[in-house]
């Protein structure tokens, strides 16, 4: 599993590989220490698992490296960390594509556990952010039970069909409807039908708030295939 570092601070880069050999001692970790570093080694094309991304490094403004990264690398998911969690900055990093937000003054258990929602296609946003957005309460469809404690909820128990649990998590990746149609090769109207699906399923609005709904349900997205593993 490939794991890429972005961040300037040599003690921070330290305890996260130190935190990633606690998900799995298999990990190799690299590291870039500007935007400029990142970009080259994205511009690689090696595989990676996940990329973690300090927001405030040299040479980037604000959300514009992750922006960049998202439209480099769209199928790698990208964590911010950053010393600022404000809900404007966590909400910000969300609507750019980010699959999650952890705070660097989170406990070592915090952000392990973070990561390894990330990594089996959940999403990660702080419980003081998650808190502070007015739940919105999915009904569960006609014939189905509650999932069994300790079970994951998964697409289908909310409803919606295989085709648009790959939407979802397409959608998730912060990809346009037009490039979902593209590599699902289906009409852009069938991608617009089953985004509708999705948002009725999870009685939300838009892309962001998918995101706080997936996080409050702890739902599973499923693997794509042809998306890389990072091994």
Same mark, same amino acid.
């Given at each position: 599993?490939?794991?890429?570092?972005?961040?300037?601070?040599?003690?921070?880069?330290?305890?996260?590989?130190? =935190?990633?050999?606690?998900?799995?001692?298999?990990?190799?970790?690299?590291?870039?220490?500007? &935007?400029?570093?990142?970009?080259?080694?994205?511009?690689?094309?090696?595989?990676? &698992?996940?990329?973690? $991304?300090?927001?405030?490094?040299?040479?980037?403004?604000?959300?514009?490296?992750?922006?960049?990264? *998202?439209?480099?690398?769209?199928?790698?998911?990208?964590? @911010?960390?950053? =010393?600022?969690?404000? *809900?404007?900055?966590?909400? %910000?990093? $969300?609507? =750019?594509?980010?699959?999650?937000?952890?705070?660097?003054?989170?406990?070592?258990?915090?952000? @392990?556990?973070?990561?390894?929602?990330?990594?089996?296609?959940?999403?990660?946003?702080?419980?003081?952010?998650?808190? &502070?957005?007015? &739940?919105?309460?999915?009904?569960?469809?006609?014939?189905?039970?509650?999932?069994?404690?300790?079970?994951?909820? /998964?697409?289908?128990?909310?409803?919606?069909?295989? *085709?648009?649990?790959?939407?979802?998590?397409?959608?998730?990746?912060?990809?346009?409807?037009?490039?979902?149609?593209?590599?699902?090769? @289906?009409?852009?109207? /069938?991608?617009?039908?089953?985004?509708?699906?999705?948002?009725?399923?999870?009685?939300?609005?838009?892309?962001?708030?998918?995101?706080?709904?997936?996080? *409050?349900?702890?739902?599973?997205?499923?693997?794509?295939? %042809?998306?890389?593993?990072?091994?």
């Amino acid at each position: 599993m490939n794991i890429l570092i972005v961040d300037d601070h040599p003690l921070i880069v330290q305890g996260l590989t130190v =935190a990633l050999h606690d998900i799995d001692p298999s990990v190799e970790s690299e590291s870039a220490g500007s &935007a400029d570093q990142a970009l080259a080694v994205l511009d690689q094309n090696k595989p990676l &698992a996940l990329i973690l $991304l300090d927001l405030g490094l040299p040479g980037a403004a604000g959300l514009d490296l992750l922006i960049r990264i *998202r439209d480099k690398r769209p199928e790698v998911p990208v964590v @911010v960390l950053s =010393a600022n969690d404000d *809900r404007e900055i966590v909400l %910000g990093s $969300l609507d =750019a594509g980010a699959m999650g937000f952890i705070s660097k003054r989170s406990a070592t258990p915090v952000l @392990v556990s973070a990561l390894q929602l990330v990594l089996s296609g959940g999403v990660y946003i702080p419980p003081q952010v998650l808190a &502070a957005v007015p &739940a919105s309460k999915p009904v569960a469809p006609l014939g189905t039970s509650p999932t069994p404690e300790g079970r994951r909820v /998964t697409p289908s128990d909310l409803g919606l069909t295989d *085709r648009q649990a790959e939407v979802l998590a397409l959608l998730v990746e912060g990809k346009p409807n037009k490039i979902i149609c593209r590599e699902l090769s @289906v009409s852009e109207g /069938t991608v617009k039908t089953h985004v509708s699906a999705i948002l009725r399923a999870l009685n939300v609005g838009n892309r962001t708030q998918v995101l706080f709904a997936l996080s *409050r349900l702890g739902v599973q997205l499923p693997a794509r295939v %042809g998306r890389p593993a990072g091994r």
